[in-house]
């Protein structure tokens, strides 16, 4: 079947705009995760969803950044503002419930000149 | 340090040799897993072991767990160049939310 899909694989955007990034996970799975990979580190957990549970939202950096998830399917990762320094690879990953194993994305790389 | 940590950094070995990678936590885990990344995108789940388990295989990997020294070590049997990539450890544990926690990864690289 078809595995957590991404949009966009690579995005560009100058200091100071916003961007979405989206995020398809698998059908079924009731848990949602976005982390964040800057060069050559590991990943930042950013927020989670758990079916129709408040998102856990206690790795999220600044107020700039919000997500949703809409229906318990798509999600949206959102940044306000942004900065140099949210250069970085944006991975998400779904699992049937929470503390599944986690099927990740390809990614979306997020350059801001 | 933070709660996984995994060494050495980078690796670099030739093709039918074996990889050992390491990684420490600092905290009680529900339990551990192993991911592999390729050229920096999306993750590959390799085996989770849980706390109540010492060693796990799947085809060439072995997975062990030691509770009592907070470790864990992924064996890489028979290497080949297409096992070039990172591995990451990666913790549940109730002080962190029951969340994932990733460490750094070990870059291992296998010459043909």
């Known amino acids: 079947g078809a595995g957590v899909s991404q949009s966009p694989s690579n995005k560009v955007t100058e200091k100071g705009k916003d961007v979405e990034l989206r995020c398809d996970p698998i059908?079924?799975?009731?848990?949602l995760y976005w982390y964040r990979q800057s060069l050559g580190q590991g990943l930042e957990f950013l927020i989670y969803?758990?079916?129709?549970?408040?998102?856990?939202k206690s790795g999220l950096p600044s107020d700039r950044f919000s997500a949703e998830r809409t229906g318990g399917s798509v999600s949206t990762l959102t940044i306000q503002r942004t900065q140099q320094e949210d250069s970085a690879v944006y991975l998400c990953?779904?699992?049937?419930?929470?503390?599944?194993?986690?099927?990740f994305g390809p990614g979306t790389r997020l350059t801001v000149l | 340090s933070q709660q996984g940590e995994e060494d050495p950094q980078a690796l670099s070995i030739q093709e039918g040799e074996n990889a050992t990678m390491n990684c420490s936590y600092k905290?009680?885990?529900?339990?551990l897993q192993w991911y592999r990344q390729n050229s920096g995108r999306g993750l590959v789940h390799l085996i989770l072991?849980?706390?109540?388990?010492r060693e796990k295989h799947s085809g060439r990997l072995r997975v062990t767990l030691d509770t009592s020294k907070k470790s864990s070590s992924l064996l890489i049997t028979a290497s080949r160049a297409a096992d070039t990539a990172s591995y990451f450890c990666?913790?549940?544990?109730?002080?962190?939310?029951?969340?994932?926690?990733f460490g750094a990864g070990t870059i291992l690289r296998v010459k043909s």
């Open positions: 990666a913790t549940d544990a109730r002080e962190y939310g029951n969340k994932l926690v």
């Open positions: 059908s079924g799975h009731t848990a």
């Open positions: 990953a779904s699992s049937l419930a929470h503390r599944d194993t986690q099927y």
């Open positions: 905290t009680s885990i529900n339990n």
């Open positions: 072991i849980r706390s109540n388990e």
């Open positions: 969803f758990q079916g129709n549970s408040a998102p856990d």
